[in-house]
């Protein structure tokens, strides 16, 4: 009988409180993370500065047509 209870006991407080097993995160998932940041800062200056780059060409012959 104790067996049952304690199994019943169990199995309850595995359904009421399910999150209190995974306490931290493990270093999979800040590796993963910092992948993650890391992709959306290359994407982000990838396109900023192929952005700029071109702003910068256009600048530089305006500017050199003002010289003439």
Do not use: Q
């Not at 493990?26 to 940041?37: P, Q, R």
């Not at 396109?47 to 060409?57: C, D, N, Q, R, V």
């Amino acid at each position: 009988m104790d067996k049952i209870l304690v199994t019943l006991m169990s199995f309850w407080n595995d359904i009421t409180n399910p999150a209190e097993k995974e306490k931290g995160a493990t270093g999979t998932e800040y590796a993963l993370l910092v992948a993650f940041i890391a992709l959306i800062i290359i994407v982000g200056v990838t396109a900023f500065g192929t952005a700029l780059s071109s702003w910068f060409s256009s600048l530089g012959t305006t500017v050199s047509g003002w010289a003439k």
